[in-house]
Structure formats: structure tokens, C-alpha cells
């Protein structure tokens, strides 16, 4: 191979590398379909979307019909969560994997220019090793998005329960108070996805303690099965549960607290690890010359 064409397929490579960057970091388009899936109340396939949306679905779509699902690593309940489908998902991973794999060689071909060379199976290792990588990389990061989301959720939550009792006191009835808190709410995103699923249940004629069961399932939430035990049991037996409801909250949110107050202690304990690091460093800068002329001596 002439220098000309290394140097051609050196460019190729890396316009390739810089365009799959782009289109990674570039932000989607929301997709249509869903959203009217969505208020018709009517699911469709989620698994794959077979065209319309962007490229990045359509590859991940495409070569998800290849591939066995348990190489994916599907996280089915945080892209639930996080309103992202498969397609997009699978999409990700492959550009990634794409990137990890041609990144080593092109770097090697541009240190083999200032006379740094290296071994054929150097190259080959690294993009093995950054496809694995890279394509593992989305589930991590959709795992820590989906947590945080969680958690934001909760808190969210316990507004709404507030919101649900009073109107319960106020005398509305369990679906009228479920309808009124989630409206009292729009456009904040988990009382708009509250709102969606009792919409849903309005047309499909389901209660929305099913709704909320079918949610907390599906996103994994369990508070909102108890929410909807306590407002079935309302229904059921005409019960008052606006002191039920408060004491519930109240258990929330001292749940949530215990949980706010065992993540600081570990952030702070992870902040010793440095500290103590520095002090280990000093020390041995301080001893480090007597040590050495003490065994220098002997």
C-alpha cells in the first residue's frame, strides 16, 4: 500500500469515526407513533420500529431481527421509564460499538506517521476490548438515568398523594380525585405520565388503581401499588382515606429520607478516600529521603 492510499483510507476512517460521534450526540426526534399509541390507548409492538423515526432506529431495528435478544441486555422496564424504545436503544449500542471498533486502528495508523508502530495484535485487542466496551456502555448509563428518574418520581409522588387526600376530604370520589390531582400538575413529567395512564383508563374503562398497578409493574415503582390499594379499598368499602393517605406519605417520605441520608453518608465516606490518599502521599514524601539514605547506609 502506497503512502497516498494510507493516508486516503486514514481520512476515511476517520471522517467515519467523527460522523458516528455526531450522529450519536445528535438528539432524536420523538416519535410519532408512541405518542398517538399513547392517547388512543391502543399498544403497539414496542420491541421494533420499523421505519419513520430516525436512522438510529431503523439500524437498531434492522439489525435487532439478526440477533438474539439476550445479546442486547435489554433494560425493558428503565427504557419504559425513561420513554425510549428498544430500536433507539439498540441503535446507540451499535454506533458505539461501531466507534470502539475502528477508534484503535485509526490510532495506531496515525502514531505509525511519527514512527510510533505497533504490534498487529495490539490494534486488534483494543477495538476488540472498546466494541465490548462501548456496547455495554448505554446499559450503564440508562441504568443510572433510570434511577435517577425513580427517585425523582417518589418525591414527585408524594405531592400528588397530598393532592389525592385533599381532594378525597374535599368529598370527590376515588377516580374524580385521582383525575383532579394528576391534572392540578401538568407539566411536570410524572404527573403528566399519571395523567396519560388515567386517560387511558377513562376510554378503556379499566379503574385507575388497575392503571396504577399496571404502571408500577411496568416501571417498576412498587408506591404505586399501595397507592392503588388504598384507593381500591375506598372504592370497595366506601371508606375515608385521607388520614390513610397521610400516614402512607408520611412513610414515604421518611423512606425517602433514610434513603437521601445513607447516599450522603456514602458520598462521604467517599470523600475520605482522597484525603487519606494525600496523607499517605505526604507521609512518604517526608520519609521517603531518610528511608532511602537509611538503606543507602546499610
Same mark, same amino acid.
Request: with cysteine.
Given at each position: 500500500m502506497t503512502g497516498l492510499q494510507l493516508a486516503?483510507? @486514514?481520512? =476515511?476512517? !476517520?471522517?467515519?469515526?467523527?460522523?458516528?460521534?455526531?450522529?450519536w450526540l445528535t438528539p432524536t426526534v420523538p416519535a410519532l407513533g408512541p405518542a398517538l399509541d399513547r392517547l388512543t390507548g391502543v399498544p403497539s409492538a414496542p420491541t421494533f420500529l420499523t421505519g419513520g423515526v430516525d436512522t438510529q432506529d431503523r439500524v437498531g431495528a434492522w439489525v435487532a431481527r439478526w440477533l438474539p435478544r439476550w445479546v442486547w441486555m435489554t433494560p425493558v422496564k428503565e427504557l419504559a421509564l425513561l420513554r425510549r424504545t428498544e430500536a433507539n436503544f439498540y441503535g446507540e449500542k451499535l454506533i458505539l460499538a461501531a466507534i470502539g471498533l475502528v477508534a484503535p486502528p485509526l490510532l495506531s495508523t496515525l502514531f505509525s506517521w511519527f514512527g510510533l508502530r505497533f504490534p498487529i495484535a495490539v490494534p486488534l485487542a483494543a477495538s476488540l476490548v472498546g466494541a465490548v466496551g462501548l456496547f455495554v456502555l448505554p446499559n450503564l448509563d440508562i441504568h443510572g438515568k433510570a434511577k435517577a428518574a425513580r427517585l425523582e418520581f417518589n418525591h414527585v409522588l408524594t405531592g400528588f398523594i397530598d393532592l389525592v387526600a385533599l381532594e378525597r376530604r374535599a368529598g370527590s370520589g376515588p377516580r374524580q380525585a385521582l383525575e383532579n390531582a394528576a391534572r392540578v400538575g401538568r407539566g411536570q413529567w410524572v404527573f403528566d405520565r399519571l395523567a396519560e395512564g388515567f386517560t387511558q383508563s377513562s376510554v378503556d374503562g379499566r379503574p385507575p388503581w388497575d392503571v396504577l398497578r399496571a404502571m408500577g409493574d411496568e416501571l417498576a !415503582?412498587?408506591?404505586? %401499588? %399501595? $397507592? *392503588?390499594?388504598?384507593?381500591?379499598?375506598?372504592?370497595?368499602? @366506601?371508606?375515608?382515606?385521607?388520614? @390513610? =393517605?397521610? #400516614?402512607?406519605?408520611? *412513610?414515604?417520605?421518611?423512606? $425517602? =429520607? @433514610? %434513603? #437521601?441520608? &445513607?447516599?450522603?453518608? *456514602? *458520598?462521604? #465516606?467517599?470523600?475520605?478516600?482522597p484525603a487519606t490518599m494525600l496523607a499517605i502521599v505526604f507521609i &512518604?514524601? $517526608? =520519609?521517603?529521603p531518610s528511608l532511602m539514605t537509611l538503606m543507602s547506609n546499610t
Open positions: 486516503a483510507l @486514514t481520512g =476515511l476512517l !476517520l471522517a467515519t469515526s467523527v460522523l458516528c460521534a455526531v450522529w !415503582l412498587p408506591e404505586l %401499588d %399501595d $397507592l *392503588a390499594n388504598i384507593m381500591a379499598l375506598a372504592e370497595q368499602q @366506601t371508606m375515608p382515606v385521607y388520614q @390513610t =393517605l397521610r #400516614e402512607h406519605n408520611r *412513610a414515604l417520605r421518611v423512606a $425517602l =429520607l @433514610t %434513603d #437521601e441520608q &445513607a447516599r450522603a453518608n *456514602a *458520598a462521604s #465516606e467517599r470523600l475520605t478516600i &512518604a514524601i $517526608l =520519609l521517603g
